[in-house]
C-alpha cells in the first residue's frame, strides 16, 4: 500500500483519537460514543479508564443493536436507536415479563430494577443516528401500492385502521410510546406481526396489535412489510409529538 | 417402618383456633409487627422467586420447575379462599414448612426446599405466614405437576422422605457466638443455600448432612461452586465486610453475581439487614477448608487435552485471537481488567473445575443484578450469535489457562451442550 496513504491514514487515526479522548474528558452527551461503538475498528481507541457512561454500560446491547440493527443467521436485532422511551421501555419490560419471547432478552434484563429500565430506554431513546439504505428494493409495484395503501388508509371494510393512525403520518412512531416502522428489515416486521398473530408476542392489554394483525391477510402483511422496508430515512425522523386525531382502537401500551 | 410412623404423627396441636380470613378481615397473629418481620423473611427465603409465574401476580403460583423427574408447579400461596392458602392456620403454614406436609396430609415435593426450611422457629413461620395473608388474594388454580410415573405417586414421596428427610430443629452450638449461631440458622434455613451448593444424589435428595461443597443445579446446567474450598467459592479468605459487600450489593472487585445467583442476590440478600449479612458472613467464612474434587482435570494436563478440529497450538492461537478481538477492551490485554470490568487473573469463576459457568457467561453475558449498591450495572455482552462453538471453547481454554491460571481445556461439544 502507498506509504503516504498509510502515514496520512495513521495521521488522522492519531487525531480522530485524540479527538476522541477529548469527547471522553467532556462527558459528551451520548452522541459520540454510541457512534464510536458502532463503528467496529474505531472501538479500539477507547480510553484506557472506560467513561462513566450509559452507553458504555451498555456496551452488551450494542453487541447485538449496534449498526442501526443488524442481521445474524439467527435471526433480527432491530434497530432501538430513537424509538420512543416508552416504547423501548415497555418492550425491556414485556421481555422480563414473558409477554415477548427471546431467551437472550429475558436473560439480560432479569435482575434489572424498572429505575434502570428507564433509564437504558432514555439512553436510546435519546439517540439521533442516520439510517442505512433501505433494505427492500426492486419491490413489485403492486405489491407496494397494496402496501401503501393500508400504511395510509387501511381497510374499512375488514376493520383494518390506518398503520398511520397511530404510528403517525410519516410513520417515525409517535411519542412516548409509539415505534417508527421505518428502517427495519421486512423480515422483522413479518416475524412481529406473525407473532402477534399466533400469541408469541403480547402487548398491555387492549393488545390492539392481536387484533389488527388478526384482521389483516398473510398478503397484507407481506405488502405492509415490502414497503414499510423500502422506505428511505433521511431527515425528520424522530417520533412525532402527538397525533392529530384519536386512534381508532383503544392500546393498553401506546397511549398510556 | 419408624420414620414413617413418626411422620405420620406429627401434626402440633398449637393454635388450632379458626382464623377469619379474607382481604377485610383483620389477622389476630401478633399485629403489623409481625407482618413487617414476615416480609423480610420471605425475601431472605426467596418464596416469591418460585411462587410467582413470570408475568404473573406475586405469590399466586404457577411456576414451572423443571426436576429430572418432571415438571413441578408452584402452588398459590395468597391468601385466597378457593385456590390459596386463605383457610390455612398458622398451624397448616408449620405443617407446611416443617413437615413437608400440604394442609390436607398430602406429602410435598422437596423441590419446595423444606428439607432446609425444616430448620426454622415456630415464631418465623407464624411471622411469615402473618405476611402471606395479608397479600392480595389471587384465585388462580393450583397446576398439576407433571411428573412421570412413579414420582408422580405418594407412595414413591413417602419412600424418598424415609430415606432422605426428617423434621429438624436448629441446633444453636453453645460454643459459639450468637451472631454466629444466627449466621448458621439463616444459611441453614431460610436461605437454604445447601438446596443448590451441594450435590444431589441420583434421587435428587442433597445429602442430610451439612454440606455446601458444590453441586450442579439439575436442569439449569449452573455449577453452584463450592463454600468450603478457597479455590471455588470458599469465604475463608475474604473480610467479613467483603462478604457483607458481595451479598448486599452483588459485587465486589473480584466479580459479580451473575446466573442464578444474580437471583438469590436481586431477590433475596440485597434486603439481608446489617446485621444479618454480618452473621451470615462470620459464619460462612468459619466453614472448615476442603479443598474440592477435581474428577475432570488430571494434574498437570490444563491446556494439553486436543482439540479434534483444529489441534492444541491451533485451539490457542484460536483463543488468544478471539480474546484479542472481543475482550481485551473490557477485561485488558493481560486478563487484569479495568474499572467495573473484572481481572479474569485468579478469577475464581474462570478456574473453577468445571467450566459450565464459564461457557454460560461468556455465551449469554449477562449484567449483575441491580441493587441500591450496585443500581446501574455494567453488562457484558451475549457472544452466542457471534462467536461458533470452536471459538468459544477456544477462548474459554484459553482464559483458563493465561496469565498463570490453571485451569483444563474446554471441547466444542461442551459448548454446544451448554447453548
Redesign the interface.
Known sequence: MNPSLLRTGALFRSRLRAKLRALFCARLSAFALPLLLLSGPL??V?A???P?S?A?????????HGKEGRA?N?GYFPRIAGKPAGYVYNQLVNFR???RQNG?MT??L????D??LR?IAEHFAALDLPYPPPQTTNASPTTLARGEHLVRYGDVKRGIPACAGCHGAAMTGVAPAVPGLLGLPYDYLMGQIGAWRNGGRRALAPDCMAEISRRLAPEDIAAVATWLSSQPVTQHRAPAASLPSKPELDCGSGFR | MNAWHQDQGLKTDRDRAPVAHGPSAPIALGGSQMMVRGEYLARIGNCASCHTARGGEPFAGGKGLETPFGTIFASNITPAIQSGIGTWTTADFWQAMHHGRSKDGRLLYPAFPYSEYTRITRDDSDALFAYLLSLQPVERENRSHALRFPYNTQAALAVWRTLFFSPAAFEPQAEQTAQWNRGAYLVRGLGHCQACHSPRNVFGATPTRFDLSGGVIPMQNWYAPSLSAPTEAGLQDWSVDAIMQWLQTGKTVQGSALGPMAEVVFSGTQYLSNEDSRAIAVFLKSLPRREAIQPDVAPGTAGLQQDQTLGTAGAQQLGQRVYEKQCADCHGDNGTGQGDYPSLVGNRTVTLPSSVNLVHVILSGGFPPTTSGNPRPHGMPPFRQTLSDPEVAAVASYVRSAWGNRAGAVMPLDVNKTR
Open positions: 472501538e479500539m477507547l484506557a479508564t472506560p462513566d450509559m458504555q454500560r451498555l456496551r452488551a446491547c450494542a453487541a447485538c445474524t439467527s415479563e414473558g409477554r437472550s436473560y439480560l432479569d435482575q434489572m430494577s429505575a434502570y433509564e
